[in-house]
């Protein structure tokens, strides 16, 4: 069974940038798509974007513009970067393996705090 | 982008109760792209239907789901005390991922 285990720093200060890694254990890389999604505090979930394993990607539009989500096969990884956040993108961010569009999978959680 | 729309808000039942969650489109999903998930307070969401219908792996037969075009509906035969938690329902189409708002279960 495919397990996902992410990482990434916690907290940041206003107009840097969000780094997050996803690792995927336990089964195939190829031939699925791999989310972001986060969750601000005790609020709905929102996706952020995915990739496959040969870099195609999807991005939310209303966070295009500051999302680049790349994708490392050599290591059955993938990453997230936001750029230039603000306290609003404070949230729990996960991980996600969807293989026909539904999350069968997740990481275990990240949260960020950006705050000045 | 398709906008979900979850009812009720909130949902208070006893245990054993039959719960039963809906999840408006705003416009018809193409075929049956819709999942549903539970959550539980700092736990990641778990995938209970895909496919509009179809049980995720290890999910019991007392969850099912069912639906077409844009009205949906998340049925929890008898309710047990795991099952009180937030249901969200998810679109996904056209390289796009949209979730509803939520539905809260709460035990009555």
């Known amino acids: 069974q495919v397990q996902l285990q992410q990482w990434g720093a916690g907290l940041l200060k206003p107009s840097e940038t969000l780094s997050l890694t996803c690792a995927v254990y336990g089964g195939s890389f190829r031939g699925y798509y791999w989310s972001w999604i986060r969750q601000p505090p005790g609020k709905g979930l929102e996706w952020i974007g995915e990739i496959n394993h040969r870099g195609t990607t999807n991005y939310n539009p209303s966070l295009k513009s500051r999302v680049t989500i790349s994708v490392d096969t050599s290591k059955n990884r993938f990453s997230l970067k936001l750029s230039s956040v603000t306290a609003a993108d404070t949230a729990v961010y996960y991980c996600?393996?969807?293989?026909?569009?539904?999350?069968?999978?997740w990481g275990q959680g990240t949260l960020v705090t950006v705050s000045s | 982008e398709i906008v979900l729309t979850q009812s009720p808000v909130t949902l208070s039942l006893s245990l054993g109760e039959r719960a039963t969650l809906s999840c408006r489109a705003s416009?018809?999903?193409?075929?049956?792209?819709l999942a549903w998930y539970q959550q539980k307070p700092g736990q990641a969401p778990r995938l209970l239907i895909y496919?509009?219908?179809s049980r995720a792996t290890g999910i019991p037969d007392r969850f099912s789901g069912s639906g077409s075009g844009t009205d949906f509906t998340l049925t929890i035969s008898r309710l047990e005390p795991e099952d009180f938690a937030v249901y969200y329902c998810?679109?996904?189409?056209?390289?796009?991922?949209?979730f509803g708002q939520g539905t809260r279960l709460e035990i009555k």
């Open positions: 996600a393996i969807n293989p026909g569009g539904e999350m069968a999978g």
């Open positions: 998810q679109h996904y189409g056209s390289s796009s991922i949209t």
């Open positions: 496919g509009a219908s």
């Open positions: 416009q018809s999903v193409g075929g049956t792209d």
